[in-house]
């Protein structure tokens, strides 16, 4: 083993939450990430998590772009492992950060030692290794305070490890540490957007789709999978649940006033991702709803559709402008995808003016003559879950 990959673990948050239970809910989520790119060992100390390569046919850029995404870690970096001899490390240094000793205009060399029967202390290796790297690279001049890069030598018991710059972590919390809630995706941008903002604050999803066949089609479905399996890097394995949705428009389109179609339609998706959630031990909803985006999402339309259930429902976006939206829907690349052209259920009975300001009792009154508890519990009857691996699988 001469390279290992080091994850810096969000220190503040430490403070707050439980240490131990933070770092273990991390690298149990690291661990099921990397079979996909061969054996590792994970181990933390001191909040930095270790992930080491246990064959030489480890997949370490494979492994590096998936630690990324691992929610809890802020920082992330490469780290050569070499001999503890402060010319082999600076040879390390040399060979390990090649690229960006080219690049760099200015440098600093930071050192850390824990082995303290290293002959040489933190302070004098770093003047030894910055003064070897000014001598050889005439282009770079030290910087102790912005320096384009740091070279990072830390001697430990075992080995010095020899690392550049850290590369930002995905941030946020453990997936694991903040509950389960049931996120509805839809084939749109704000959904996945929404899930990933929650599932970056440590909660553990479950997604429910509601599919309208057959005036949705196959692809349009297959297109909320592709959604859902683009979000496992960071979520982990998902299960997405295929609410059959057909019988409940058709109903709704029967039996009640046009301009409250959609906002009866909401209170059904609700309705059922309650019992979703129920069913599958989640305490809360999500969606991607955004204020004032549509008829369906003013306050008065909230209000309405939150009133059939008592769990809470988390909307990430709903202080979002469709760009700051679109912004993280690239970064998580599911952009491309989300805007696809397939219709989605909501699309399908759309009103012509649906009612801006609907109040409960007007929902209540409409619903009234409705088999409530037949409808939703065929729905949920009828549900088709469909696994999704990792992105990777
Ligand atoms: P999105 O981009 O997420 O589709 P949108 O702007 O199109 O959002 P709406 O269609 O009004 O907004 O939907 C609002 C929210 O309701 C969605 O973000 C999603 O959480 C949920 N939703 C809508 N349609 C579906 C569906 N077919 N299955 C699951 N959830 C849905
Ligand atoms: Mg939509």
Redesign the pocket.
Known sequence: MNEIILLKLGELVLKGLNRHTFEEKLMSNARRRLPAYGRFKVYTKQSITYVEPLEPECDMDGAFEAMKKIFGAVGVCRCRVCEKDKDKMLSAVREFLAPQLEAAKTFKVECKRSDKTFPLNSIQLAQYLGGELDELYPHLTADMHHPDLTVYVEVRDDAAFVHGNTEPGAGGLPVGMGGRAVS????????PV?SWMMAKRGVALEM????SYPYTSEEAKQKVLELARLLTPWTGRLVVHVVP?TAIQEELRRSCPEELFTILM?RF?MRISAQVAHRVGAEALI????LG??A??TMEAMHCTGAVTDLPIFRPVVGMDKEEIVRISRRINTFET?ILPYE???TVFTPKHPKLKPTLKQCREAEAKLDIEGLVNAAVDGIERVRIGWGDD
Do not use: K, N, P
């Open positions: 509805l995706l839809s084939g749109g941008i704000d959904s929404a429910v789709h509601f599919f949705f909401r998706m969606t991607g709803e955004s985006q549509v369906s999402q989300s989605d259920c909501c």
